[in-house]
């Protein structure tokens, strides 16, 4: 045999009695165990339902928060996400989470209110002057009362993520005057306070889920909607609806649930992870919002579908004085707490 085969054959040996004795780790000492992770043996797998598409705020909110749950967790956490209503629609999705069929949603506030009425709260026309206002109340005792009542229904309320203002658009006329909407039929969410809301000023109401809203617009069975500048974008509302009056007159934005038995069971630290991730989700999605909603408006105005108005100042009083009987109306249902808080926080924003 040559020298230098002989002198492999040697190096090859040392290294593989190194591998066999110096790597091994010792039967005798315990493997490395860190106690906080113990709930991150196992991969978890979290199915996220939700009904609007990817560009809209929720959607984004969606992916920014599995991404960080993934980064946050090195990949043993995984947040599976089905947008646009692929999985469950809101008719469907609220009994999915509560059967365990997924873990998460994040519901438009107003699809709350049948199994938890106080959400009609949220609903109240012209409830918020801003988006202070409306961060104060969520982060406040109002969201903490609010995400109270899901529990006893199954449900876990985590977190609050932005959408913005609605706005009124319709196919027939533009929508200044409180009589302007005498007669008409509005596409609404499932909430008693949104039907009462057209009922005073002299329209009817059908409740369509979000992913019928463009066929039913767009076939004429209802000739106008109230929603937000990044869905009426996103669902190209703004191609089959001639009018739009920004009117800020109410606000839409999510609740974010998991079923409560899943929650429950989660190890702490796992509950700690998702945590951080939903609290700088909240935060990511309120700076994102704002201008998504602003460039999309830009988007639609180019696009010149729509005869766009803003509500004056006078004709915001006429819609207010109208709609005001509604605080009453509701005080019971939703509770004489949470109407009192409202209408301290809309008078303190309100206040010049
Ligand atoms: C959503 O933003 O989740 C949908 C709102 C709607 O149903 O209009």
Redesign the pocket.
Known sequence: MKPAVIISLFVLLGLCAAVIIGFRPSLSSPLPHDDEQSGLKERITIKFS???AEN?P?GLAAEHFANLVAQKSQDRIEIQVFPNGMLYS?PTEVDALKRGDIQMIA??YSKLSAEAPAFLALDLPFAFPNQQAVDEALQGDIGRTLASTLEEHGMKGVAYWT?GFKQMTDNRKPLHKPEDFAGLTFRI?PSKVLASQFARLGAKTAFIP?TE?YRNVEQNSVGGQE?TIS?IYSKRLYKVQSFMTLSNHGY?G?AVIFNKPFWDKLPADVRRILQEALDETSLWIGMQAREINKLQLEEIRKAGTMQIDELSEADRQSWMQILEPLYGEYDKEIGHGLVAEIRKLRERYSAP
Do not use: E
């Open positions: 939700h009904v609007v809209t929720k809101d519901p438009a959408n969410m979000f809203v929603n869905n839409l999510y």
